[in-house]
């Protein structure tokens, strides 16, 4: 049999984490995990039952009775399909509020260990490509390829700047710089698993580097594990 790896890709908002993983997995053949999506689904049931993102002991409890499945995007401009509780919420969840809302329940301990479990077991046969900001240093430990995703803020504020209009939004640079730096610092100075890079992950600054050489870089460290 084949033998599949697990890529674990981490990186701050805007260093374009979801693309490249996706881009990865479907170059290798793999299942492509969207962990963030998983955060938004959560942040989304929790604004549509009226709780608040801040309250600890709802979210947690949010997260544990939830049923979260993904799925390969089916059109353009997602990143995956994304069930909750049996119902497709793919473009709700990409609603900037929402966003910011799995951002803040991220911090939270009970809804990581609730979430962390669900990504486990999705990555337990191998043959995974898994991004978000703890995947090497938490959820995937032991996984046998880690990458750390850098960039400048003005280079991730751009890439932000692009998804937004895509998505038929008219962002203003000034406005988006500031949330990359908001975002920054509440990912990296939470209690429960800060954004940080892996003893044993391979750093790759994407500043001026295309999605192409990205991708074409990770693949070559992947397939030179399978060796």
Known sequence: MEKRIC?????PVGSGKSTVARRVAKELGYTYIDTGAMYRAVALKAKMMGARWDDASAMSRIASDSSIRLAPATEEGLTCRVSLDGRDVSKEIRETDIGLGASKIGTISGVRRALVAMQRRMAKEGGVVMEGRDI???????????????????????RRFLELQK??????????IEEVKKRDLQDSTRADSPLKKADDAVEIDTTGMTIDEVVGAIVKLARDKLK
Do not use: C, N, Q, Y
């Open 7 to 11: 890529i674990a890709i981490d990186g």
């Open 136 to 158: 090497g240093t938490v959820v995937l430990p032991r996984a046998e390829l880690k990458i750390f995703l850098s960039g400048s803020v003005e280079e991730r504020a751009k």
């Open 167 to 176: 998505k038929g939004k008219a962002p203003v640079m000034s406005e988006v």
